[in-house]
Each structure stands twice: as structure tokens, then as C-alpha cells.
């Protein structure tokens, strides 16, 4: 978006850009806050996949348990995301993030650890599981709002911010395909060990980031709990960030309920390793990288709101062939993939335009409230439809309920294409709206 048409939002003035900065590629402080930021994010989502994988090959967790695990990884965002957003408002970011992923490194090394003294159980992989999910939350809701202290410039904000859910949209589904090929060779628990080391490389590159961060000015008067009712004020009295909120947990829910059923359909109804899962996973990550890399050229040439429609189309409706595939082993890991390709190409793709909207019709001062609102409304749906999962495939057969999943899921396009999103022709168009 060109500069000199980039306004402020709420003000309706035109935006004073600061003279540094003249590409974003000279940024030293913010290339290396994205490689830090990248490696963490690959580290997470290999922890998504180990933990439970951990406990299917090694205990034989049942689809009730495994549910469980999934709930406890991300209900802290239920509840932590929101008061995390307002306190981090507060504060300085870079020490919450070191602090963050430091204990989010220390808390998966107990993990090999405890299993050396067989103090290892599955209720001690649950605790492990919810305190990451904490530490997490904490780190999530603080890095967006760090980036206008890397990032002076509105028009190079935008495009950091696009170049991060880019990274985020590629390592959400390329680190469980690389945490199960992992798996297959070393076993889960081991790597927990290699999840950690992305921390502490994480750590080291933040360490090296030299902006000058001043603490925000706390007024006397500042009140918790109004703060916060305006981050989910913002969100819920936006036009365009009304339906994204909307979506945002069923978006969520469907996208857990059909991963978690799938690990255990795929380990014991089609007979697949941990290194076979990861494969799959690895070969249909492909299609969030390619939906994030081509995010902009489609943005460049078609109208914002139908591509955001199609994305979702592919995100939702993909996954039905799942349970059809049948066959020799190669022809059902060959459907699987690219199953999963189509839909993580729309994931990959409408990440990047749910970011670039939602970081235009946000002020600065409330990235971090309005991140929060989302984190809540994404990972509280991931929450409970890790507990639909399991619940469905303790109570129908993990065969039936992931084919009903996939068919209520691809139902889910229906109210979308009837949103004001798909209606938007340009990402600038967000900013005509009115927020409250």
C-alpha cells in the first residue's frame, strides 16, 4: 500500500512517516527478530505434534487422553490471552519474549529428562503440555506489538507484519511434517530435545536485537479491565474485524478436531508410522508455503475479498476424501497428502490476508489487545475441538468421526461467503470502515 495513501486509523489524517528506514531489507534489528521469531514458531509447532505422538507410540494414550493433551496445549489461550495483552501493553516486549521461550526451552528439556528416571507419565506430559501452552500465549501476544519498536515506518510495518504471517503461516504446517520425520528417526521424546534447542537459538538471536525500547507510560488512573474491554470492543465492533473474529474459532475448532482425529486415524487405521505421518505432513506443507509465496501476486491481481473466499473454500472443504482413500499404503499416503496440500494452500493463503486486514484496521497502541482478542477466539476454538475430538472418537470410531468432522467442516464455507469480507475489493479497503 503506497505511502502517501496510507492514513492513520481513527484519525482520518494522513500519517507522518520517519526519515529512517529506507528499505525494510536494511532493517538489521528486524531480520534478525523475523529469523528468531521464524525458528521459535518451527519449535512450537514441532511440540504440537511430538507431545501427543508422545504419547500414542509410547504410552498408547487413548483417543480420550490424546484429546486431552490437545485441549490442555491450547485452552491458555481461553483464558490468559486477553489479560496477557493488556499487561504486555504495559511493558517492555523484549524481555517477556526472552523470558517466554527461556522457559518454554526449560519445560520440554524435563521432558527426555524425567523419562531417563522413568518419572515419565501421561498426566506429567499434561502438565508439561499446559505450562507451554502458557508460556506461549505469553509470547504470541507480546511479538506483534514488538514490531512497531523494530518498525518506524507505517508502509514498512505493514509489509513486516506480512512477511511475519508469511513465516507463521509456513511453520504452522511445515513443523508438525518435520517434528514427525524427526520422530520416525530419533522417537518423540528425543525430539523434545531438538524443540528446545529452536528456543535457545530463538533466545540468542533476540539477545542480538539492539532497538532502543522504552518502557509505555502507565497514567495512574489506567484501568485493567477497561483496557481490555477496548482491545474486545475494537475487535467486535469492527466491520471487517467482526466476521474474522466470528470465523476466527470455528476456523480453529475444525482445524484441530481433523489433525488430532487424523494422527490417530492414520496411525491405526491405515497403519502409517510416526516417520510415514510426518512425510505426509512434510509433503502438504508444501501447500502453505506456496499459499503464503504467492499471497501478494494473487492480492496484486485479484479483488481481496473473493480470494479470502476461495482460501477458505479450499481451508474448509478439502479435507473430505480423507476417510476414502483406500488401497496400497503409497496410493493412501499419496490422497492424504494432497488432501491436506489444498487445504494448507487456503490456510496459508488466508493467513496472510486475515493479517494484512486485521493489522490495517488496528491503531498501533492496540496491536496488542487486538492480537489478544483473536489468540482467544482462535486457540479457545482449538481447544474445544480437541475436546470434540476425542469425545467423537472415543464415542463413534475414529473412522466416523473424522468423516463427520470433514462434512460439517466443509459446511462451515456457507456462512462465510455470506460476510462483508468477501465483498472487499482491496486490503485498503478495511480502512474505509468504521472502527468504534
Not at 506430559?125 to 505450562?131: Q, S
Not at 513443523?175 to 524443540?195: F, R, S
Not at 499459499?291 to 501476486?297: E, F, I, N, Y
Amino acid at each position: 500500500m503506497s505511502e502517501r495513501t496510507r492514513q492513520s486509523a481513527g484519525s482520518g489524517r494522513p500519517e507522518e512517516t520517519a526519515p529512517t528506514e529506507p528499505t525494510l531489507r536494511s532493517n538489521y534489528d528486524f531480520t534478525k527478530f523475523w529469523f528468531g521469531q521464524g525458528v521459535s514458531l518451527l519449535g512450537s509447532q514441532m511440540t504440537l505434534l511430538a507431545l501427543p505422538l508422545a504419547a500414542i507410540t509410547v504410552f498408547s494414550a487413548s483417543s480420550g487422553e490424546v484429546g486431552l493433551l490437545r485441549f490442555v496445549e491450547t485452552i491458555p489461550y481461553l483464558f490468559f490471552a486477553l489479560p496477557f495483552g493488556v499487561w504486555v501493553d504495559r511493558r517492555k516486549k523484549k524481555p517477556v519474549m526472552i523470558t517466554a521461550n527461556a522457559l518454554r526451552m526449560l519445560l520440554l528439556l524435563a521432558v527426555p529428562v524425567l523419562a531417563h528416571f522413568d518419572l515419565l507419565t501421561v498426566h506429567v506430559l499434561l502438565v508439561i503440555a499446559g505450562a507451554v501452552g502458557v508460556f506461549s500465549v505469553l509470547f504470541e501476544v507480546t511479538w506483534m506489538s514488538y514490531i512497531p519498536t523494530l518498525v518506524k515506518r507505517r508502509d514498512h510495518l505493514v509489509d513486516a507484519n506480512q512477511r511475519l504471517g508469511v513465516t507463521q503461516s509456513t511453520t504452522d504446517l511445515a513443523g508438525p511434517g518435520l517434528a514427525g520425520l524427526l520422530i520416525g528417526w530419533v522417537g518423540p521424546i528425543t525430539v523434545l530435545v531438538v524443540d528446545s534447542v529452536s528456543y535457545l537459538l530463538s533466545l540468542v538471536t533476540m539477545a542480538f536485537v539492539r532497538a532502543p525500547e522504552e518502557k509505555p507510560e502507565v497514567s495512574p488512573d489506567r484501568s485493567f479491565t477497561r483496557e481490555l474491554s477496548d482491545g474486545v470492543t475494537l475487535v467486535f465492533r469492527h466491520t471487517v474485524l467482526r466476521p474474522l473474529a466470528l470465523i476466527a474459532p470455528f476456523t480453529n475448532m475444525s482445524l484441530t478436531c481433523i489433525s488430532t482425529l487424523f494422527l490417530l486415524y492414520g496411525v491405526r487405521n491405515s497403519g502409517l508410522t510416526p516417520a510415514e505421518i510426518g512425510t505426509v505432513f512434510s509433503v502438504s506443507a508444501v501447500g502453505a508455503l506456496l499459499g503464503a509465496l504467492v499471497s501478494k501476486r494473487l492480492l496484486a491481481r485479484f479483488p481481496v475479498g473473493p480470494l479470502y473466499g476461495a482460501a477458505m473454500l479450499a481451508l474448509y472443504a478439502a479435507p473430505l476424501p480423507l476417510t476414502f482413500a483406500d488401497g496400497a499404503k503409497s496410493v493412501v499416503m499419496a490422497v492424504f497428502a494432497a488432501t491436506l496440500m489444498i487445504s494448507y494452500f487456503g490456510s496459508g493463503l488466508s493467513n496472510v490476508i486475515q493479517l494484512s486486514l486485521r493489522q490495517t484496521c488496528t491503531p498501533t497502541p492496540m496491536m496488542g489487545r487486538m492480537s489478544a482478542a483473536f489468540r482467544t477466539l482462535l486457540f479457545g476454538g482449538a481447544a474445544v475441538g480437541a475436546l470434540i475430538a476425542g469425545f467423537l472418537g472415543e464415542s463413534l470410531g475414529v473412522e466416523d468421526a473424522l468423516r463427520l468432522v470433514t462434512i460439517c467442516s466443509a459446511l462451515l464455507v456457507l456462512p462465510i461467503l455470506m460476510t462483508p469480507v468477501v465483498r472487499l475489493r482491496d486490503v485498503s479497503d478495511a480502512m474505509t470502515t468504521e472502527a468504534p
